[in-house]
């Protein structure tokens, strides 16, 4: 979970976040000057037609650890790549 000081810039983008939540076991991620200083998983989906969720929006973010437990239940491992360079 976002929260951003002042809502959107002009452009519609949301501004730099002043608070990140995991939404699993609410830990306070660690920021600085609205950088993410930590791992996260941010997730925003838009369910579209044929789904249960017909236009229903969820957003969340998970910290490492709990992202860590969920990928671990899963049936068929995620795919994991080295990137060389880290932006």
């Known amino acids: 979970m976002r929260k951003y000081e002042n ?7 949301d501004k730099a976040p002043v608070r990140v939540v995991c939404n699993r076991c609410g830990k306070e991620l660690k920021l600085e000057n609205g950088i993410l200083k ?3 998983l941010s ?10 969720r017909d ?14 437990e969920i990928i671990s ?3 068929v ?7 060389t360079e880290l932006l």
């Open 7 to 13: 809502g959107q810039d002009k452009s519609g983008q």
């Open 38 to 40: 930590e791992g996260c």
């Open 43 to 52: 997730a925003d989906i838009l369910f579209g037609y044929f789904s249960r």
């Open 55 to 68: 236009g229903v929006r969820h957003r969340f973010d998970l910290c490492e650890d709990c992202y860590d």
């Open 73 to 75: 239940q899963f049936r």
């Open 77 to 83: 491992p995620v795919e994991t790549a080295e990137n």
